[in-house]
Each structure stands twice: as C-alpha cells, then as structure tokens.
C-alpha cells in the first residue's frame, strides 16, 4: 500500500517527461510542464491524497478518498439509488458514471471481488471528490473552472504521464486537446441535467 516510488525521485521523473513533452506544445497552447504545475496546485490547494496508483491500488486510493470524504461530511452513495436518475438521463448525453450532488457522490459501489468496479469507483471518486471539496471551500466557482480542475487532478496524474513517456507529442497533445474535450463535454453534460434535476427528490 505504500507509496511504490521515492516522491523526489518521482518529481524529477515527471519533469524529465513533461520538458520533452513541452517542445511539442501547440501555438498558443499551455506546456505540459505548466499545466503540471497548475494540477499539483490543485490537489494541493484541496489537500488531496496523490491519485497515481488508483489504477493499480484501487482499495487503498477509495479508502483515502472515503476517509476524507468522511471528515468533510460529505455522503457517498452507491450509484443503484439513483438508477431512475441514470437511466433518465441517458438519453440525455449523461456519459459520466458517475456525479455529484446536494453534498454527495454518486459512485460506483464498492465490490471487493470486482476488479473493474472498484477501479471505476476508484476513477470516479477522483473526479467528483474534487467538486464536493470545491462545493464547500469555493462555493459558486463556475462551472468551467470546477470541471478544469476535477479532470486536472484525475487525469494528469503521475501514473498516467508515465504511462504515455513513449511519447511526448501525445502528452501535449492530451494536455491541449484531450482533457480540453473532457471539460467541454462535461460542462454540456452538467447543463442538461441542471435543466431537469431529479436528484433533490
Ligand atoms: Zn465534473
């Protein structure tokens, strides 16, 4: 459960990755060093646990995420509650697994024997316990800048940048255009459901 590698040996790992990556930053465009720094702020700023072994250690990271979830009194709640819900808005571009609401998440449940499933509740604990802490430290942050920083801390991870080191142009372009993409399709998906919330029931 511990920490597979030296946190200083790692930062430099990370930063020897992304300065190659940076060369093939778009015009105009944020340098994956940059937006690393931007990411640490991140989950820094919201004192949360580092997400890179979520994938690999799933148990531990959702044990993290529930404990400080826990002090901070928000609710996690299994996903088939709210099955009406999903099923409703599915139609309706609802293509995360996952959300949060009125001070609590929705999530995946917890199956000790299902490998994937615990991944996925690992994976979607990332994203939306950034949003119940911004819920209570920034109230009434726009949506833009919520989701920017949810899908920062989820998907820029130390994990994942050293999954894709075979290939820096990728990084930029993930830095640029993929994570871009997510907080776009996100942010349209929050819009529909804000028109027809049924989750206040
Ligand atoms: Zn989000």
Redesign the pocket.
């Known amino acids: 459960m511990a920490e597979k590698k030296d946190s200083a040996t790692n930062d430099e790992l990370i930063l020897n990755i992304l300065t190659k990556a940076d060369v093939f930053t778009p015009e105009g465009g944020i340098k994956p060093s940059e937006y690393w720094a931007y990411r640490e702020n991140v989950r820094i700023k919201y004192g949360l646990p580092e997400c890179a072994d979520k994938w690999d250690f799933p148990v531990s990271y959702i044990q993290k995420i529930e404990q400080l979830a826990k002090e901070n009194k928000i609710e996690i709640r299994p996903k088939h509650e709210f099955q009406l819900f999903f099923e409703e808005n599915k139609a309706g571009a609802l293509t ?1 697994k996952s959300v ?1 609401r009125d001070n609590t998440i929705i999530a995946e449940q917890h199956q000790p024997d299902d490998w994937w499933a615990l991944r996925a509740r690992a994976n979607q604990l990332s ?2 316990i950034v ?1 119940a802490l911004q819920n209570i430290m920034f109230p009434g942050m726009p949506d833009h800048i ?2 920017q920083e ?2 920062a801390y989820q998907q820029f991870n130390p994990g994942e940048i050293i999954y894709k080191s075979y290939s820096p142009e990728d990084i930029a372009s993930w830095v640029n255009k993929t994570i871009p993409e997510w907080v776009a399709t ?1 942010l349209a998906v ?1 819009n529909k459901l804000n028109q027809h919330d049924k989750i206040d029931e």
Do not use: G, K, L, T
Request: glycine share 0%; charged share 25%; net charge negative.
């Open positions: 995360s949060f994203h939306e949003h919520a989701e949810a899908y996100s929050d």
